[in-house]
Nanobody
Framework: QVQLVESGGGLVQAGGSLRLSCAAS????????MGWFRQAPGQEREFVAA???????????YYAESVKGRFTISRDNAKNTLYLQMNSLKPEDTAVYYC????????????????WGQGTQVTVSS
């Protein structure tokens, strides 16, 4: 497992931007598939974005349709940090955002990840 700590959440008006960070421990960070998920009150946790680390598609980024064109996922292996740049935020983006690490190229399901951060709250007001 890898230990993960999210930061960067907060309150922002619709149309604004936030940048989330996920600091990871461990020397094998570059070998993990890293993802962002979110969970709104009363709803299931949903996939937001991921960067795969293994297999033929290593390094590719994937996004949920609801955030394409607005969110950008990136990673800095030298700093053991994952980022999520969120632009043009909407009230429906309000949720607790979690980063996660997995040991396979799979990325879409919560079950594909072994390590999770504690989450950071993002609230978008209208």
């Amino acid at each position: 497992q890898v230990q993960l700590v999210e930061s960067g959440g907060g309150l922002v008006q619709a149309g604004g931007s936030l940048r989330l960070s996920c600091a990871a421990s461990g020397r094998t960070f570059n070998e993990y598939t890293m993802g962002w998920f979110r969970q709104a009150p009363g709803q299931e946790r949903e996939f937001v974005a991921a960067v795969v680390a293994l297999g033929a598609w290593s390094g590719r980024a994937y996004y949920a349709e609801s955030v394409k064109g607005r969110f950008t996922i990136s990673r800095d292996n030298a700093k053991n940090t994952l980022y999520l740049q969120m632009n043009s935020l909407k009230p429906e983006d309000t949720a607790v955002y979690y980063c996660a690490a997995g040991a396979t190229p799979r990325y879409q399901r919560s079950l594909d990840y072994d390590s999770w951060g504690q989450g950071t709250q993002v609230t978008v007001s209208s």
